[in-house]
């Protein structure tokens, strides 16, 4: 009786072994799969309006980086490129190129700077879209990473030429919107690009 | 009775014998990696059969003649899947299971499960909670224009549009154990990270600050989320709770990107520019002193992944132009190991199996890897471009 009280938990582990594993021939056991049913994903499209979120919001940083790409201005604005008429053409030709792999405003640049500056010295109603780019030799994050710091560069250079960085906005498009498709040296190196956007208020607001 | 005993001793011993072989497994996934568990495979047909192969592929098995295979792996799928197992060495069936509803694709990924089961001991990665498991991922599948979020089975079967925007997407990330997910979208254009739910199409914007929102991270209890935001003037590992409140910097680099949470929620990876050079570093959740990781021999890391056993990272390296999936021990123990070429790879449940992409820029395809014996088969039913795979845990 002492031994088949020990034995029975034993059995029974081991009948639920043989159970799971199917070692006994005949009828094997049968696993009722679930359809999607409530698991499923919902009907996806259209998508519903876009939501209002969180509100742009001021940054909290202070003052004025010593050099470029030195991440001292903070990102603060309160106006929105979406409603403002966007001339890309204006400062087309001052889009200003990096060396690989690099945010550093090069010196070379610093012309196309000044008449992006003046650009903005001469209308006072003028605000600055920097849209920031990389070349595609480097993963899709870590360019969105420095597509941000080249456009924010570019926002303390012109701080340094006397413009207040709560006119100027910055976006970064990573490698997704390159100016060339190709995939050699020309290409790459207009692509490491910062395109400058000049914003005017819409007319009759 | 005395008969029974020795059947659960040696039953007993076999499985610590299979614990034993686990943890040697583990061991080797840093160096030169392991042999493949050679099967065979009879009986199967069309769909069933390349599901098999398939699920059985990328989780470290190779298809052989019976006489050099360790398990035959023996069934029909004429109706439902049926099969067995036979274990060659022990001469003996270690799995006999018939399967019914759903469709026979998810009949073969249970069949598929049950077999890593049996003959590793290890769950397998077909099926999560009931159902196929699944990826979110970018996806442009003419291969042009902005792209859209989509979710599918973790092979590319039975893709799903998540958005229609028209606007750049980005890494969608899984709140762990729910049908949701976080994405970067440009669609109010900007960068801003949405929460979207899989079940409802609901959605909101957690992070629309000016300048960069991406790279959304959820933390293992769903809680909190860790992001890049660009607002304090530079891009760096900020967290909140998942409502998008009680929002906190962690971190102070120059640049970084890509963060990515430890099991337990304690620490946060991510890639950074430190003395110049690209560096992976950790950070405490709660914000803290940056640790810098041993990532010699892998120049240029980004897109670190933290296996769901906390053992490994997996990342992206960069040689020039070409990438490579490297995986590196989180203990620092030893030098990270470069697999096969490609980026983003991101973790299965069975901290073991990662799903990457790989290709040339504009043609990038999804793909499944078995870490260990660096097996890897694409998902060639997502056609076009497709990058930032998330494997739903």
């Not at chain 2, 199409?201 to 991406?214: C, F, M």
């Not at chain 2, 970084?256 to 337990?264: G, K, T, V």
Request: hydrophobic letters at 35%; glycine letters at 10%; proline letters at 7%.
């Amino acid at each position: 009786m002492k031994m088949n009280k020990l034995i029975f938990p034993l059995m029974i582990a081991l009948a639920a072994t043989l159970a799971t594993t199917g070692c006994k021939k005949g009828t094997p056991k049968t696993t009722q799969i679930p359809g999607e049913g409530q698991f499923g994903i919902g009907t996806p499209e259209p998508n519903p309006p876009l939501p209002n979120g969180n509100p742009i919001e001021p940054g909290t940083g202070s003052g004025i980086g010593t050099g470029p790409g030195t991440g001292l201005i903070a990102t603060s604005d309160n106006w929105d490129p979406a409603n403002m008429t966007q001339d890309r053409a204006a400062l087309a030709a001052d889009t200003i190129h990096f060396a690989f792999d690099s945010a550093v405003v090069r010196d070379s640049e610093q012309s196309k700077l000044a008449t992006v500056a003046e650009a903005l010295k001469s209308d006072p109603n003028a605000k600055l879209l920097i849209e920031g780019n990389c070349d595609e030799r480097g993963t899709e994050e870590y360019n969105r990473a420095l597509g941000e710091r080249r456009a924010l560069a570019a926002r303390e250079a012109l701080a340094k030429l006397g413009i207040d960085p709560m006119r100027v906005r910055t976006i970064s498009y990573g490698k997704d919107k390159p100016a060339d498709s190709s995939h050699d040296e020309a290409a790459w190196s207009k692509n490491r690009r910062d395109d400058f956007v000049l914003c005017l208020p819409k007319t009759g607001a | 009775m005395k008969k029974t005993i020795l059947n659960f001793l040696i039953i007993t011993l076999a499985a610590i014998a299979l614990n034993f072989s686990n943890a040697q497994t583990e061991i080797q996934i840093s160096r030169e990696g392991m042999k493949p568990i050679p099967v065979a495979l009879d009986g199967f047909t069309g769909e069933a059969a390349e599901v098999l192969k398939f699920d059985l592929y990328v989780q470290g098995f190779s298809f052989v003649t019976p006489d050099a295979a360790q398990y035959l792996i023996h069934g029909s799928d004429s109706g439902n899947v049926i099969g067995t197992v036979t274990d060659k060495l022990a001469r003996k069936v270690i799995l006999s299971r018939s399967y019914n509803g759903a469709s026979l694709r998810q009949q073969a990924h249970a069949f598929a499960d049950d077999i890593v089961q049996a003959a590793t001991g290890r769950p397998g990665i077909a099926q999560l909670r009931g159902t196929t498991a699944r990826i979110a991922y970018k996806s442009q599948p003419s291969g042009i224009g902005p792209g859209e979020i989509y979710v599918s089975d973790f092979d590319g079967y039975n893709a799903q549009r998540v958005t229609s925007d028209g606007a750049i997407v980005a890494k969608p990330a899984w709140v762990p154990g729910r049908l949701a997910l976080f994405y970067t979208s440009y669609a109010r254009g900007n960068p801003d990270i949405f929460y979207q739910s899989l079940t409802s199409a609901q959605r909101r914007v957690i992070a629309g600050y000016s300048g960069l929102n991406t790279s959304a991270a959820v933390s293992p209890d769903g809680l909190k989320l860790a992001m890049i935001l660009s607002k304090s003037g530079s891009p760096n590992v900020w967290i909140c709770n998942a409502d998008g409140t009680n929002l906190k910097r962690v971190t102070t680099g120059i640049e970084d990107s890509s963060p990515a949470w430890s099991p337990n929620g304690d620490w946060i990876c991510f890639a950074t520019v430190h003395n110049a050079r690209r560096r992976l570093a950790k950070v405490p959740a709660g914000g803290g002193e940056v640790q810098y990781l041993n990532t010699a021999g892998t120049p240029s890391p980004t897109e670190p992944d933290w296996s769901p056993d906390g053992k490994w990272i997996a990342f992206t390296c960069q040689f020039g132009g070409e990438f490579d999936i490297c995986v590196l021990p989180a203990d620092g123990s030893a030098a990270p190991t470069v697999l096969v070429s490609g980026q983003n790879p991101s973790w299965a449940p069975n901290s073991r199996t990662l799903v990457f992409n790989h290709g040339s820029n504009g043609h990038q395809t999804l793909s499944v890897l078995d870490v260990f014996t660096k097996q890897y088969k694409d998902c060639r039913r997502a056609t076009g471009n497709n990058s930032q795979p998330a494997w739903a845990r």
